[in-house]
């Protein structure tokens, strides 16, 4: 994979948007095409839990639009086997350069590279034009991404450790169309806007307690209600970014209508018309 299926003329969209696996597939279908429209970059789900269905998902998001970059990630391999799934992908047609597929080891404790290298190579087989991700922090994960994978899609990590990441990969990879992805959350101002970004931390594995001089962690998000705001936010991320931002919006995903009006506020169009 040697470039973005991104096709529009002039700069990509600055960031991608992602929203939550437990959605119905047709709500996730009408979410990309809503997401297409407002100009976002690419449009992602994650795959939490055994009863989620990432050929489902995928399948009403690839339908429900023309030209947008669409990521599954990431699918956890420890629960959703790469040879379960993979196979299904290709009957249904999904095979296409515009589709990233991110897998990770999951909760597995043991054998997490040879699990994640042996799917690697199933979806190479049966989705030959699929981009492969790896959701990784680690850096033996990270060497098995820059030989073998077209992608790494990270979560909850600083500018600077993504950097230092990016670094790294840039001396193993010989993959030209290489990407990096990172999960940026936002949430909407408020007086518990702060607190809503520290439990979302905390739910994701980060340690939230205060640091030996007493300071708080750092807000690995952005509290923000429109999008010329959240590209304000977004510049220490440095230009060009190290990585390609996918928004993850903190809402009630049960309440779509909530989640309709949270994309159109941080639609990248409004950047350019702010």
Do not use: C
């Amino acid at each position: 994979m040697t470039a973005s299926p991104f096709t529009e003329p002039g700069p990509p969209p600055p960031w991608e948007v992602g929203v939550h696996g437990k959605l119905a597939p047709r709500t996730i279908g009408e979410l990309a095409r809503l997401s297409e429209e407002l100009g976002y970059g690419g449009f992602w789900f994650n795959v939490v839990g055994t009863e989620v269905d990432p050929v489902a998902r995928l399948a009403s998001a690839y339908a429900s639009t023309r030209r947008m970059e669409i990521g599954v990630g990431v699918i956890p391999l420890d629960t959703h086997p790469a040879e379960v799934w993979a196979p299904k992908m290709a009957a249904e047609e999904l095979d296409s350069s515009r589709v990233t597929v991110g897998v990770g080891a999951g909760a597995a404790a043991r054998g997490q590279l040879r699990l994640v290298g042996a799917a690697i190579d199933v979806i190479r087989k049966e989705l030959p034009h699929t981009r492969v991700g790896v959701g990784t922090k680690g850096p033996r994960m990270l060497e098995l991404s820059a030989r073998s994978a077209d992608a790494v899609i990270f979560s909850m990590l600083t500018p600077a450790e993504v950097r230092a990441a990016v670094a790294k990969l840039q001396t193993t990879t010989t993959n030209p169309g290489f990407f990096t992805h990172v999960y940026h959350r936002v949430v909407a101002t408020g007086p518990e806007a702060e607190r809503q970004l520290l439990e979302e931390m905390a739910a994701n594995g980060v340690d939230v307690t205060s640091t030996r001089s007493g300071s708080p962690p750092p807000l690995l998000g952005s509290i923000s209600d429109g999008a010329a705001d959240l590209a304000m936010q977004l510049d220490h991320w440095g230009n060009p970014a190290p990585a390609r931002i996918i928004l993850r919006p903190v809402v009630d995903w049960n309440d779509i209508g909530e989640v309709r009006a949270v994309l159109a506020r941080l639609s990248p169009r409004e950047v350019a018309t702010a």
